[in-house]
């Protein structure tokens, strides 16, 4: 039988775990954390009465975890995208649906590329604004569907009824927005699924829609171009026109005594 030695184990010290690599959430949140700071004072400034700025930072934070490359926008895009959703008191990408912080691939011309930072006002941040104007009393929109009852007319005696279909509506046939006001005066537009596909051009999204938002937020300014505004609508709407294929207009000073608001 033959004898067989055992060999003793080597000493080898534990090699302590590596720490995980930041996820580039958090890095993101870090890197905006910092330009928040840098630019808190301005913020603050803009920020209405009525809004709370340590609910709006957290807003912003929470927004960039969800999408990480808002910070790789550039300091100046991102800083003026949230001075914008500031000015105007919107809360930026919550279930409400009133403002979203996207960022925009852009191309230099010699062929580089870099990222900026846009604020899109949402359908319901239009109607907040609205609704904060002290001359409407009601605003509204909605989409027909093929089987819908649906009636109106242009002209002296204007006139709009609708009656969605209960079950299958059909087919999106046209979209609408209408407002009044106190006064008693309103206005009511009414487009062709072709019209506001034109309007919208590249402003597209794959997220399902099945009350078409999209397309009745598109109604919305068209009708509201013929309402009264406060300086926050008119600059809202400004912001969300050059939203995409352009920078987007930066919110420069609001006048402390009247709220009024000045943009480049």
């Known amino acids: 039988m033959t004898e067989t030695k055992n060999t003793p184990a080597r000493n080898t010290p534990a090699r302590a775990p590596k720490a995980p690599a930041p996820a580039a959430a958090d890095k993101a949140e870090a890197t905006v954390k910092d330009l928040v700071r840098d630019n808190w004072q301005a913020i603050q400034a803009a920020l209405p009465e009525t809004m709370d700025g340590r609910r709006f930072a957290g807003l912003v934070f929470n927004s960039v975890r969800r999408t990480p490359r808002l910070a790789e926008a550039t300091a100046s895009s991102l800083a003026g995208a949230l001075l914008n959703a500031a000015a105007l008191g919107l809360e930026v990408d919550t279930p409400l649906g009133e403002a979203y912080l996207l960022p925009y691939r852009r ?128 600059v809202a709407m400004q912001v969300d026109e050059q939203s995409g294929p352009g920078p987007a207009p930066t919110i420069t000073a609001i006048d402390p005594d009247t709220g009024e608001i000045t943009a480049d």
């Open 107 to 234: 191309r230099t011309r010699d062929g580089g590329e870099y990222v900026e930072a846009q604020l899109v006002v949402g359908y319901q941040g239009l109607l907040r604004l609205c609704r904060q104007h002290p001359s409407f009393r009601s605003v509204s929109s909605g989409w027909v569907g093929a089987n819908d009852h649906f009636e109106y007319r242009y002209g002296t005696d204007p006139h709009l009824e609708h009656t969605p279909a209960l079950g299958d509506r059909g087919d999106p046939v046209a979209f609408w927005a209408a407002y009044s006001l106190r006064d008693g005066t309103g206005d009511f537009v009414v487009l062709s699924p072709a019209e506001v596909a034109a309007l919208r051009g590249k402003d597209r999204s794959d997220v399902a829609d099945p009350q078409h938002w999209m397309e009745r937020k598109t109604a919305l300014k068209q009708v509201l171009k013929t309402a009264p505004k406060s300086a926050r609508m008119s």
